[in-house]
């Protein structure tokens, strides 16, 4: 079955950085678009950033524009998501998804496959 897998979080203070790693098996992960999402407590979940079925097609959230750069490795199966200067607004549980036909987009209905999280608190 279609398993995403999320590590890569911690506490970090602010200005430090992280990166996300998501492994992904069951099923053909160079043919899905794949996107990173979070949710702070008490907030809706947000799109942060997104990415087409090769590296070279990426799209961002304006909040972390300049600070996050999501990737991939196709021959790895595993998504990216490498964080700098981080904020404490960063603070939340850090989600991969997995969708086939809507690329490139920060919409969570549009995804087909999501992994259980992977919580990145930020510290002032």
């Known amino acids: 079955q279609v398993q995403l897998v999320e590590s890569g979080g911690g506490s970090v203070q602010a200005g430090g950085s992280l990166r996300l790693s998501c492994a992904a098996s069951?099923?053909?992960?160079?043919?899905?678009?794949m996107g990173w999402f979070r949710q702070a407590p008490g907030k809706e979940r947000e799109g942060v950033a997104a990415?087409?079925?090769?590296?070279?097609?990426?799209y961002y959230a304006d909040s972390v524009k300049g600070r996050f750069t999501i990737s991939r490795d196709n021959a790895k199966n595993t998504l990216y998501l490498q964080m700098n200067s981080l904020k404490p607004e960063d603070t939340a549980m850090y989600y991969c998804?997995?969708?086939?036909?809507?690329?490139?987009?920060?919409?969570?209905?549009?995804?087909?496959?999501w992994g259980q999280g992977t919580q990145v608190t930020v510290s002032s």
């Open positions: 998804a997995a969708t086939r036909f809507f690329c490139l987009t920060i919409s969570s209905s549009r995804y087909n496959y």
């Open positions: 069951g099923y053909t992960y160079s043919t899905y678009c």
């Open positions: 990415i087409g079925t090769v590296a070279g097609s990426t």
